[in-house]
């Protein structure tokens, strides 16, 4: 029996390469072995293997990119704004019409609901009508009453013209009569009494006529006739006009179109002379206050087309005009005690820009977009400002690129469509191009251009072509 070979424990155990020896194996394979594979105590001293050369290349152009991009993003945004300055700290206005009565009494019917739409010309209350028209049956009684004083006053004037006759006859016949006696004296067929008495009665005379001249002057002045118009009865008709306006302030009415708000009434209240019972939005003038900051206003002009976007209704642009910027601003920090100046002691070092009102008249509103007093706004202000780039960056800017920031401050047509916007803008043709016509004038028929269709049958009166305009985006 043969005996089979044995091996040793050194034989099958597996080899164990010593430091030296894995660090020459990988050098000589020409592999690389990753450094974790390493002992602990020398993976900080082997070397890492460097990332490959094309590696490093993409990431300095990445770096490069985002700088140039940040850079050109930059500089746009600030051609953007220098140009066309913006603010999201707007408000759209409208003018409240607070509604009173123009009499006293209590309300007996009212018409309206809070928030209800109102033309102009709408009943919205009454207020009790019952005394005012006793007071505007009295005054027209009066007025009767005064025309039958007119007729007595001039049959008073005719009888002091017919004592004014009388007096004067009265003095003539006096005057005679003093005249026919004075010769008779010296041969004494009269005594010097009866000459006293004839001088006596031609005075009285005198003063008689004097005295029925006065009275029909005091009759004329009580009728009260300036040419043809009689003072007595134009008071008389002043009052009747007056109570007959009383009664119609009992129906208070709309003075604007708009809608009802802050409606607080209910039938049997008071309602008094000048006290405001509710108010109304006139939606005939919408605007918007839109504070810039000082540091814009420069660019801004009474004149200039502004986009609004407002924040009920996303991405629809609106349209205004610039109406005028602010004046003056309240300032808290200033005052005066007695005759001197108040000055704070203290001084911020962070010094915020003042921001001014602008006011920008809107378009009217439509109703697909109605406009609401205090809603959130954006204004965009175009203004006229042209921007060149400059010199320097020149070479630096591809020709087509500098076009484009160019043409950046021509402002874009007005659009149509968009909500707020009637018809298309009128011409920019001078006025001396336009020739004044009367709009009561008929047309001539070759003015007319009919045009037939299959559908519609259109008539329009020829007019100037209109200019182009741009879709919104």
Known sequence: MTNAPEHSHEDNAPTNPTPAAKDAAPSATGATTPATTAPKSQRKSMPVAPPPEHKKILGRIFGISMVSAALLLSFLTWWELDIRPRTDDAYLRANIVGIAANVSGYITELNVVDNQKVNVGDLLFRVDVRPYQAELDLAIANLGLVDLEIIALKDAIVQRDADIVSAEAKALYDVQFLARMEPLLPRQFVTPDQIDAAKRNVRSSDAMVQQAKAAASQARANLGQLGDINVRRQKAE???????????????????????????????????????????????????????????????????AVEVYLMAYPGVRFHGVVQGVGWALYDPNQGSNGVLPTVSPTLDWVRLAQRFPVRIVMDASQDAHPYRMGATATAIVETRKRRQVPDILKPLVPDALESWLETLAVPAPLSPDSPGRGNAEPLNVPAKNIPAQNSSAPVAPDKINTSVDSATTTHSVATPTAAPVTPNP
């Open 238 to 304: 002043a009052n009747v006009v007056e109570k007959q306006l009383n009664v119609g302030y009992c129906e208070v009415r709309s003075s604007v179109a708009g809608y009802v708000t802050n409606f607080n009434s209910s039938v049997g209240q008071f309602a008094q002379i000048g006290m405001q019972v509710f108010a109304l939005v006139d939606t005939s003038n919408w605007y918007l206050l839109a504070n810039y900051q000082e540091t814009d206003l420069r660019g801004i002009e009474p004149g200039m």
